[in-house]
């Protein structure tokens, strides 16, 4: 497993956090995402045998934010 720390913005709520905490968990090779609505930012546990980086970005930005690898 590997932890991927991302940058989202277009977060305004609570939900908006949750929304991509679950909609990341159902996504096959993740293992967990905590987002922090504050921070704006996520940390994703995955595997990275079977979902990618971009794949993750994708997903996020696919659900109506813009997710941008951090640091």
């Not at 922090?36 to 109506?64: C, H, Q, R, W």
Request: glycine share 10%; aromatic share 4%.
């Amino acid at each position: 497993m590997e932890k991927l720390i991302l940058d989202i913005a277009g977060m305004r709520c609570g939900a908006c956090a949750v929304g991509i905490e679950l909609m990341l968990a159902k996504k096959k090779g993740i293992k967990s995402a905590k987002v922090s609505l504050n921070e704006k930012m996520a940390v994703v546990e995955y595997d990275p045998a079977i979902v990618g980086v971009s794949d993750i970005t994708k997903a996020v930005n696919d659900f109506g934010y813009i997710a941008t690898t951090g640091s």
